[in-house]
């Protein structure tokens, strides 16, 4: 699993390598044009029921730990959806990959 951290918090969000490679090409296109964006997940099943979200600027410190030490290789179809939800009012949803569509 990787870990997010964001801001000054010193709690890790954890998210699936493979689904943190992916985000991390999204947030770093936005965050390099200056955008300002939110970032929502659902909670996973072990934890409390919900979602968070998060408001990502390019002033504020990111960083993204990976367990694996070799990046996987990438969905465009995943990287586009990805990219799509960040251009709306409702900012990033951290989407699950549907492999059935590509």
Known sequence: MGQLFYGNNP???IIEDRALAHLKV???TKLRRNESFTLSWRHPADDAPGRTTLWLHPSIPLRFIFEHPEPPELSA???TR????ASTSGGITLLEED???E
């Open 11 to 13: 709690e890790p969000i």
């Open 26 to 28: 999204v947030v770093a």
């Open 77 to 79: 179809q995943w990287i």
């Open 82 to 85: 990805m990219a799509q939800s």
């Open 99 to 101: 492999l059935d569509g």
